[in-house]
């Protein structure tokens, strides 16, 4: 059997960017409620993890292992040095 091919897959979409005057305004923003900002405080006065700010602990926990060197160079199969 040949293989057949549909016309209407080869069709290309334009996309036209939306003019300013078509988006609707973004909503108001609400304030955080008061007791979110002083859990935010205690928090941070505990050097916990706050969201969306950077954590070194985390960064240093999720960077590439490095070892020993292990890694870097295949061992001699002679058993000699490098």
């Not at 979110?36 to 916990?48: E, F, Q, V």
């Not at 926990?61 to 199969?77: E, H, K, Q, Y």
């Amino acid at each position: 059997m040949s293989p057949t091919r549909s016309t209407a897959g080869d069709r290309r979409r334009l996309v036209v960017p939306a003019s300013a005057e078509s988006v609707p305004p973004a909503p108001p923003r609400v304030p955080d409620p008061p007791i979110y900002s002083a859990l935010m405080r205690t928090w941070a006065d505990r050097g916990r993890t706050l969201p969306g700010r950077h954590d070194p602990e985390w960064t240093r926990l999720t960077a590439p292992w490095r070892g020993l060197g292990r890694f870097s160079v295949p061992p001699d199969p002679r058993g000699g040095g490098r």
